[in-house]
């Protein structure tokens, strides 16, 4: 059972980036799947997640900007970050819960990303 996340890097404010999160070993359908950031000297914090149901639920500080998806035949879920400022950089990872809520908390998730880092500056 595992994720890859991938896809971070530089971004430029008012600019987009994409994040995949390939997932193996088990299905990403089957599962509720989110994305975390971590800051530096900060907590993690849940930024979008997607339930088994497809109900998708973000973060206040990215509603409108991000939009979490799930591709089915690639077992896949993508983070489109649009819109990106400052306060987006950190490591970002993904994470699959068996939890039936689309939910935010970190603790209810059981399988987790290597994290991928997102960068944002002009």
């Known amino acids: 059972v595992q994720l890859q996340a991938s896809g971070g890097g530089l971004g430029q404010i008012g600019g987009p980036l994409r994040l995949s999160c390939a997932a193996s070993?088990?299905?990403?359908?089957?599962?509720?799947m989110g994305w975390f950031r971590q800051a530096p000297g900060k907590e993690r914090e849940g930024v979008s997640v997607?339930?088994?149901?497809?109900?998708?639920r973000y973060a206040d500080s990215v509603k409108g900007r991000f939009t979490i998806s799930r591709d089915n035949a690639k077992n896949s879920v993508y983070l489109q970050m649009d819109s990106l400022k400052p306060d987006d950089t950190g490591v970002y990872y993904c994470?699959?819960?068996?939890?039936?809520?689309?939910?935010?908390?970190?603790?209810?998730?059981?399988?987790w990303g290597q994290g991928t880092q997102v960068t944002v500056s002009s």
């Open positions: 997607i339930s088994s149901t497809g109900t998708t």
């Open positions: 994470a699959a819960s068996t939890f039936t809520w689309a939910t935010l908390m970190s603790e209810k998730y059981d399988v």
């Open positions: 070993g088990f299905t990403v359908d089957d599962f509720t």
